[in-house]
C-alpha cells in the first residue's frame, strides 16, 4: 500500500527496527500494523503510487538525510545501523536508473 507522511514519526518494525518517516515522504509498505496504526492515528493518508522522478527525489532525500545522520553517529552501533541503511538506500538508487 502506498502511504503519505502527514506528519514525521517513528515506527518499529516487528517492534526492533526502527525507521524515521518525515512529513510528506511517500512511503510504500506491506506492513499490516504500520498501515493500520499511522492511518489510525492519523500519521498518514493513502496515497498513489509515486513516479518514478518522485520515488528518487525521496530517496536522494533519504541518502542526505542518513550522511548527515552518520557524521552525527553516537557509537559504532549507531554507524554501523546507518551504514546498512545508507548502503539499502543506495542500492534502491541504483536500482531506478
Known amino acids: 500500500m ?9 515506527w518499529a518494525h516487528r517492534g526492533v527496527e526502527i525507521e ?7 512511503i510504500e509498505t506491506e506492513d499490516k500494523d504500520l498501515i493500520e496504526v499511522s492511518l489510525a492515528e492519523g500519521w498518514t493518508e493513502k496515497a498513489k503510487a509515486p513516479t518514478k522522478a518522485e520515488r528518487k527525489a525521496a530517496l536522494q532525500a533519504q541518502v542526505k538525510q542518513l550522511e548527515s545522520d552518520l ?7 549507531a ?4 551504514e546498512a ?13
Open 20 to 26: 524515521e518517516f518525515a512529513k510528506g515522504q511517500n
Open 85 to 97: 541503511q545508507l548502503a539499502e538506500v543506495k542500492q534502491q538508487l541504483v536500482s531506478l536508473g
Open 2 to 10: 502506498h502511504l503519505k507522511a502527514k506528519q514525521a514519526f517513528s
Open 79 to 82: 554507524e554501523q545501523a546507518i
Open 71 to 77: 557524521a552525527d553517529a553516537a557509537d559504532d552501533a
